[in-house]
């Protein structure tokens, strides 16, 4: 592979880790606060179907944007009634999410058959060059001449982990996620803060299936994300609860996803199956390191997956 | 209070049930009327993916709607059956709904199709794109590659760069023909172009055909084709402003500035046929390999798009398949490592063109079989 082709390789594999970002970092967050949401793959079908949809009728990038987080949001409030307010097992009730998410999206998407994506949020989500940064060689192309959403996505991370770790209110959902009877003692709204990051989280993940819908495929496809949720989930491990980290893992796996396009043209002498494992490879292997070092940075919210009864604290 | 709401709602869904069961009961007596001389038949279709695909299992839809439409009859579909274990259970689960008829349409069914075509031998088992069959199982599919062949004669007259894209799925005898028939129609009309293949190891996974085809496009490709179910390539073309052949069905809409022509099915009229035989008895299980001379597959109509000269082209190219002066695998044919697989004189014949020996690429593919 010459430059031009790893630069080629390189800007593609952001675009493949974008959608996953999106849904990670909408999994940290709902994980952070102590709920483990398996439904990441149905939240991003029912925001894939809704911005799709909405952005159609409307013609309105920012309205389909609105509507794919709304409907996101509204998967996880299911969710986060059905775990937060009666207590479900947060496991059955995330699976659930993800069959009720691919039935909604194959529903609403029955109408949209064959529609392609109105001009005006093609043109809207056209990649297009940041100034200065974009001039910069190499690193300018693969990261800076990209698409709005892909920008949204480096932003989003960002201000996760400053939200995270350098804001009170952060500290506070760390505490909901790590202890919850102690939150409590310290007049924290535990539900109140589980509600509100289960809803974010859901609207994330409806942004990253809405990049799948409108810009990446931009057609109605039914089932776009095709077990990508189900890599997000996974990342979130890889990332250690850590949206900095989630940054790497997506493009890194995003990369993983695609490199066998990349390298069959060469004549590379690995079976291309063999390729087609890595992602799932490397998530196996990341799961043996980090508990075989086991920290307090790496390791999940201790209460996470547990649901909180304030009477039995 | 709670309790006692909770004891209602309960009874209102008990009642719910009992109220829809019995509605659903009435007409199913109906039908059992003895006044219909013939056997009633109920079909059911197990899809691969979803019918709203706009591609290969939309296609079959559209057979399924135009047979419900001729011939009146009930059917049953299941979409998003994997080729696992779980196709066997959708199978079992039809026959018990009451259904003598099952198309299976994808070629990883086929183990699943044939161990319940043993299980149940009244109930009549068509198997789309394999190659094994029983008394009650019997195998169709068309000669897809001879609109292949045609498609590549457009690509191979618009290409600038000389290099073709080719989206495939998987490394199967149904893709290899159809890569090697539409490189053999490139190269009719342009013996400088090469084809390059992608193997994307999925039908229906739309972003990851796109990834592929921005591959193909990197490399320098100005045409693309696939054998996906789902139109990704094309939208990849269309976003670079290069060109693409579809597959399944007409695929302009999606692509209306890149889309040249797209080889297309039409099931219609071969499900209308069979299932007619069903009901008159006359049916066995057969071989069904139809060309473009039987209309069960064809090349859509090319687009604005396509190069100056190219009907002409595929029109001479069709008169010369159709009357069977073009057999397309007559050799000699060498594969893209310069070993001669059919020998001057000689045609391969349709065993062989569908066993699972049929493993190699013609000369001017880049790529290579796992």
């Given at each position: 592979m010459n430059t031009t082709a790893i630069v080629f390789f390189l800007e593609a594999a952001i675009v493949s880790g974008t959608p996953l970002l999106f849904a990670t970092l909408g999994e940290i967050i709902t994980?952070?606060?102590?709920?483990?949401?398996?439904?990441?793959?149905?939240?991003?079908?029912?925001?894939?179907?809704?911005?799709?949809?909405?952005?159609?009728?409307?013609?309105?990038?920012?309205?389909?944007?609105?509507?794919?987080?709304?409907?996101?949001?509204?998967?996880?409030?299911?969710?986060?009634?059905?775990?937060?307010?009666?207590?479900?097992?947060?496991?059955?009730?995330?699976?659930a999410l993800t069959i009720f998410g691919g039935g909604f999206s194959g529903f609403m998407g029955q109408r949209l058959v064959g529609e392609v994506a109105p001009e005006s949020i093609k043109l809207a989500f056209k990649p297009f060059v940041v100034p200065v940064l974009g001039q910069i060689p190499f690193v300018g192309k693969i990261f800076f001449q990209q698409d709005f959403f892909v920008y949204l996505s480096y932003l989003t991370a960002i201000l996760v982990g400053l939200y995270l770790y350098k804001t009170r209110i952060g500290l506070n959902l760390r505490a909901v996620g790590e202890n919850p009877a102690a939150a409590d003692a310290a007049s924290i709204s535990v539900s109140l803060y589980k509600y509100a990051h289960i809803l974010l989280g859901g609207a994330l993940?409806?942004?990253?299936?809405?990049?799948?819908?409108?810009?990446?495929?931009?057609?109605?496809?039914?089932?776009?994300?095709?077990?990508?949720?189900?890599?997000?989930?996974?990342?979130?491990?890889?990332?250690?609860?850590?949206?900095?980290?989630?940054?790497?893992?997506?493009?890194?796996?995003?990369?993983?996803?695609?490199?066998?396009?990349?390298?069959?043209?060469?004549?590379?002498?690995?079976?291309?199956y063999m390729i087609d494992m890595l992602p799932y490879l490397v998530t196996i292997l990341v799961l043996v390191v980090v508990s075989l070092k086991k920290s307090q940075e790496n390791s999940p919210p201790k209460g996470l997956g547990i649901a909180y009864f304030r009477e039995e604290r | 209070m709670k309790r006692k709401a909770s004891i209602f709602l309960v009874l209102l869904m008990v009642m719910a049930l009992v109220v829809t069961g019995c509605g659903s009961a009435k007409p199913a007596g109906e039908a059992q009327d003895p006044v219909n001389e013939q056997p009633k038949v109920k079909v059911g279709f197990v899809y691969i993916g979803p019918v709203t695909d706009g591609g290969w299992t939309e296609a079959h839809e559209n057979g399924r709607k135009y047979l419900?439409?001729?011939?009146?009859?009930?059917?049953?579909?299941?979409?998003?059956?994997?080729?696992?274990?779980?196709?066997?259970?959708?199978?079992?689960?039809?026959?018990?709904?009451?259904?003598?008829?099952?198309?299976?349409?994808?070629?990883?069914?086929?183990?699943?199709?044939?161990?319940?075509?043993?299980?149940?031998?009244?109930?009549?088992?068509?198997?789309?794109?394999?190659?094994?069959?029983?008394?009650?199982?019997?195998?169709?599919?068309?000669?897809?590659?001879?609109?292949?062949?045609?498609?590549?004669?457009?690509?191979?007259?618009k290409t600038k760069t000389n290099k073709i894209g080719y989206v495939a799925a998987f490394e199967i005898p149904e893709v290899l023909r159809g890569i090697n028939a539409f490189t053999m129609g490139v190269r009719s009309v342009n013996p400088?172009?090469?084809?390059?293949?992608?193997?994307?190891?999925?039908?229906?996974?739309?972003?990851?055909?796109?990834?592929?085809?921005?591959?193909?496009?990197?490399?320098?490709?100005?045409?693309?084709?696939?054998?996906?179910?789902?139109?990704?390539?094309?939208?990849?073309?269309?976003?670079?402003?290069?060109?693409?052949?579809?597959?399944?069905?007409?695929?302009?809409?999606?692509?209306?500035?890149?889309?040249l022509?797209?080889?297309?099915?039409?099931?219609?009229?071969?499900?209308?046929?069979?299932?007619?035989?069903?009901?008159?008895?006359?049916?066995?299980?057969?071989?069904?390999?139809?060309?473009?001379?039987?209309?069960?597959?064809?090349?859509?109509?090319?687009?604005?798009?396509?190069?100056?000269?190219?009907?002409?082209?595929?029109?001479?190219?069709?008169?010369?398949?159709?009357?069977?002066?073009?057999?397309?695998?007559?050799?000699?044919?060498?594969?893209?490592?310069?070993?001669?697989?059919?020998?001057?004189?000689?045609?391969?014949?349709?065993?062989?063109?569908?066993?699972?020996?049929?493993?190699w690429l013609v000369e001017g593919v880049i790529g290579k079989v796992e």
């Open positions: 994980e952070r606060a102590g709920n483990l949401n398996l439904g990441v793959e149905g939240m991003m079908l029912m925001g894939a179907v809704s911005g799709f949809y909405i952005g159609l009728i409307s013609q309105n990038p920012g309205l389909a944007l609105l509507a794919a987080m709304v409907a996101g949001a509204a998967g996880a409030l299911i969710y986060a009634v059905l775990t937060v307010s009666l207590r479900a097992n947060q496991v059955v009730t995330g699976l993940c409806g942004l990253g299936g809405a990049y799948l819908s409108l810009v990446y495929v931009p057609a109605w496809q039914e089932n776009v994300t095709a077990g990508r949720g189900w890599i997000a989930v996974a990342l979130v491990i890889f990332a250690t609860w850590n949206p900095y980290k989630a940054l790497i893992g997506a493009y890194l796996f995003g990369g993983l996803d695609i490199i066998g396009f990349r390298i069959q043209g060469i004549g590379f002498p690995v079976s291309q | 419900v439409e001729k011939l009146g009859v009930e059917t049953v579909i299941r979409e998003n059956v994997p080729e696992s274990s779980e196709c066997e259970k959708v199978i079992n689960d039809m026959v018990d709904q009451g259904c003598n008829v099952i198309f299976a349409t994808s070629f990883g069914f086929m183990e699943y199709v044939e161990k319940a075509a043993q299980n149940y031998p009244d109930v009549k088992f068509l198997h789309c794109s394999g190659f094994k069959m029983a008394d009650n199982m019997g195998v169709y599919f068309g000669r897809m590659y001879e609109p292949r062949y045609l498609s590549g004669v457009v690509a191979g007259l400088k172009a090469t084809v390059s293949v992608k193997w994307t190891h999925t039908w229906i996974d739309a972003p990851r055909a796109k990834e592929a085809a921005k591959a193909l496009l990197n490399e320098g490709c100005d045409v693309l084709a696939q054998h996906q179910d789902a139109p990704g390539p094309q939208v990849a073309a269309e976003e670079k402003g290069v060109w693409s052949v579809g597959y399944n069905m007409d695929m302009t809409a999606i692509a209306p500035k890149a889309h022509t797209s080889p297309v099915w039409n099931w219609g009229p071969y499900y209308v046929a069979q299932v007619q035989a069903v009901m008159d008895g006359t049916w066995k299980a057969e071989n069904y390999w139809g060309g473009m001379n039987e209309g069960i597959i064809n090349l859509s109509p090319l687009t604005e798009n396509a190069p100056e000269g190219a009907q002409e082209a595929v029109d001479k190219a069709k008169t010369a398949i159709l009357s069977g002066e073009n057999k397309i695998w007559t050799g000699p044919i060498k594969d893209n490592t310069g070993v001669e697989r059919v020998p001057a004189g000689v045609t391969l014949t349709d065993e062989q063109l569908t066993s699972m020996d049929f493993n």
